[in-house]
Nanobody, 127 residues
Framework: QVRLVESGGGVVQARDSLRLSCAAS????????MGWFRQAPGKEREFVAT????????YYTDSVKGRFTISRDNAKNTVYLQMNSLKPEDTAVYYC????????????????????WGQGTQVTVSS
């Protein structure tokens, strides 16, 4: 079992920045690829970013490329999402997720690929 706890959400203005953190406990953090998803009111949960278990490979959805950066610190069992130049359309509940893997290259983008989920943290961007 892996327990994931997100933090760092809040209310900001457009063009501001936020850094989300996701702390993991349980099994060895470095055996999981990690991802961030988000869900806006009335919409389905969507993929935002993913990072391989060692951290060498990342992948982003097009709408956040160049603005968001995913990173991880395996010594601290934590994954981060640095969000810059925020837009009102980034408003959502942000979830981190963990996908068990033995591959150093695995960067899943589908909801069903992930084994564990956090409870989410709200990000609200006002115009």
């Amino acid at each position: 079992q892996v327990r994931l706890v997100e933090s760092g959400g809040g209310v900001v203005q457009a063009r501001d920045s936020l850094r989300l953190s996701c702390a993991a406990s349980g099994r060895i953090f470095g055996t999981y690829a990690m991802g961030w998803f988000r869900q806006a009111p009335g919409k389905e949960r969507e993929f935002v970013a993913t990072i391989s278990r060692i951290g060498g490979i990342t992948y982003y959805t097009d709408s956040v490329k160049g603005r968001f950066t995913i990173s991880r610190d395996n010594a601290k069992n934590t994954v981060y999402l640095q969000m810059n130049s925020l837009k009102p359309e980034d408003t959502a509940v942000y979830y981190c997720a963990a996908a068990s893997t033995s591959s150093a290259f695995y960067t899943p983008t589908n909801y069903g690929d992930y084994d564990y989920w956090g409870q989410g943290t709200q990000v609200t961007v006002s115009s």
